[in-house]
Nanobody
């Protein structure tokens, strides 16, 4: 059974960089052909795919967030990390990590999710 767990600060100040880590257990993030994704849901809005890092280490980003987003991984810890720079209150959301077995950028779906973590951007 694959499990994902998000961790990171729940409060970030405007203009700072949001950093979240997803720790994966029960499966390796280097296993073919999975894509390890970050998704967020702002209050009252739908899910938004932010980006993913593939089993190969290749990264993919939402065009609308690409200039502010970086996804990396630490294979020794079986973790992948999201960094979102220059945050504003509009980046307030529940952030999820998930495994995408289709490589579809979220268009098809995910088979495992983390529980999600609330991040609030406020001074």
């Amino acid at each position: 059974q694959v499990q994902l767990q998000e961790s990171g600060p729940g409060l970030v100040k405007p203009s700072q960089t949001l950093s979240l880590t997803c720790t994966v257990s029960g499966g390796s993030i280097t296993t073919n052909y999975y894509y390890w994704s970050w998704i967020r849901q702002p209050p009252g809005k739908g899910l938004e795919w932010m980006g993913a890092i593939a089993y190969s280490g290749s990264t993919y980003y939402s065009p609308s967030l690409k200039s502010r987003t970086s996804i990396s991984r630490d294979t020794s810890k079986n973790q992948f990390t999201l960094q979102l720079s220059s945050v504003t209150p509009e980046d307030t959301a529940v952030y999820y990590c998930a495994r995408d077995p289709y490589g579809s950028g979220g268009r098809v779906g995910y088979d495992y999710w983390g529980q999600g973590t609330q991040v609030t951007v406020s001074s």
